[in-house]
């Protein structure tokens, strides 16, 4: 479990879509042509006691892929939140496709035969650690600090590491300005290294520069440390995940914070989290979370934050509900345990 879920759950890479064969172009291509698709549908809702509340489809998406002799594959994907206005159930009259294509990438595989993959177009750039446990993980205060994403850019994957020290290198060139679909100043560097230490333990370090842009005026630098260890029965998982920052705009006055947290299989179908972000000068958050199974497709997770605010604003706690719907090519499956027995297998 512990090899199989870390990167693809706790690490933040669902948008990599399952590779499945299609029998209609499988038929007309060959053997060696594989397509798929993969897609998430979120409903998030929450309310804080300070009385600001919000209902959104943020990180729904589809997500298509094709690939030739697993060597070359293309990815598609779409942010379905963009067709909707603010978020809301209404439907966004100032479409923009530039926002709506979230990634467009081509990945080349086995590079000149060796253990090297390189990947080039509208991207996630590798970086942190980035830990997705809880129902709404894009509310943890320092989500926007891990993430890197929907830049054009240039990442070499080296799969075996670097000189036996390291697992994995992921080297990247990006440039700064997101969200749409032009090449701008590729001024973005970044760096993450990977290695299991024990068979239950990762260790992730992670370095990055982002240059000044129109959005962001001044030079940022943002380094992360993090930690992720699994139980032998995989019933716990915990992670720790420290960031040292500079002229970050959501927290000028700070240049380090810390996230960690905890989740435990309390039932077949039904995982509790636990989370505390630090942010220096800023504040304190203390979350707790569930996610349960409904059926083989649908998850509903139930949070509660509560910020203690160190720069002089009230304190509050913000509720937070998600229900999650997903589905994919033949035989993806998510949830392998769940509640309630259905006929969406079939769907």
């Known amino acids: 479990m512990f090899k199989?879920?870390?990167?693809?759950?706790?690490?933040?890479?669902?948008?990599?879509p399952p590779q499945a064969n299609d029998d209609l172009l499988g038929g007309l291509l060959g053997d060696d042509f594989r397509v798929g698709y993969e897609a998430e549908i979120n409903n998030n809702a929450s309310v804080s006691t300070e009385g600001s509340e919000s209902v959104n489809f943020q990180g729904s998406y589809i997500s298509l892929n094709a690939e030739?002799?697993?060597k070359i594959r293309l990815v598609l994907t779409a942010k379905l939140e963009e067709i909707f206005k603010e978020n809301k159930v209404s439907f966004n009259e100032d479409f923009d496709l530039g926002e709506f294509v979230e990634?467009?990438?081509?990945?080349i595989k086995e590079v000149g035969g060796?253990?090297?993959?390189?990947?080039?177009?509208?991207?996630?750039?590798p970086f942190s650690q980035k830990v997705q446990a809880m129902p709404l993980f894009n509310n943890n205060p320092?989500?926007?600090?891990?993430?890197?994403?929907?830049?054009?850019?240039?990442t070499v994957d080296l799969t075996e590491g670097l000189f036996g020290v390291?697992?994995?290198v992921e080297l990247s060139a990006f440039e700064t300005e997101a969200g749409d679909l032009e090449?701008?100043?590729?001024?973005?560097?970044?760096?993450?290294?990977?290695?299991?230490?024990?068979?239950?333990?990762?260790?992730?370090?992670?370095?990055?520069?982002?240059?000044?842009?129109?959005?962001?005026?001044?030079?940022?630098?943002?380094?992360?440390?993090g930690l992720v260890a699994e139980s032998t029965d995989g019933m716990l998982v915990g992670w720790v995940e420290g960031m040292y920052f500079s002229n970050d705009p959501t927290y000028p006055n700070s240049e380090f914070a810390i996230t960690a947290g905890a989740m435990a299989r309390v039932h077949?179908?039904?995982d509790v989290v636990v989370e505390f972000t630090y942010v220096e000068n800023a504040l304190n958050q203390y979350a707790i979370g569930t996610r349960t199974a409904l059926t083989s497709r649908t998850t509903l997770g139930v949070e509660v934050r509560y910020n203690d605010y160190q720069d002089g604003r009230d304190d509050d706690v913000v509720f937070g509900v998600n229900i999650s719907y997903a589905l994919g090519s033949d035989g993806y499956r998510p949830n392998d345990e769940y509640l309630f027995d259905g006929d969406d297998d079939n769907f």
Do not use: C
């Not at 199989?4 to 990599?16: C, F, M, R």
């Not at 990634?103 to 990945?107: T, V």
């Not at 992670?206 to 630098?221: F, K, L, V, Y």
């Open 268 to 270: 077949r179908t039904t």
């Open 103 to 107: 990634e467009a990438y081509i990945e």
């Open 183 to 225: 090449i701008g100043n590729v001024n973005g560097a970044s760096v993450r290294l990977s290695k299991m230490l024990t068979d239950n333990i990762l260790l992730t370090v992670g370095h990055a520069e982002i240059g000044a842009s129109e959005t962001n005026t001044d030079h940022q630098r943002r380094t992360s440390v």
């Open 114 to 125: 060796s253990p090297i993959a390189v990947i080039v177009g509208k991207q996630p750039i």
């Open 4 to 16: 199989k879920a870390l990167p693809l759950v706790l690490l933040g890479l669902t948008l990599s």
């Open 142 to 154: 320092i989500a926007h600090l891990q993430t890197i994403d929907e830049v054009f850019g240039v």
């Open 68 to 70: 030739w002799k697993n």
């Open 166 to 168: 390291f697992d994995q």
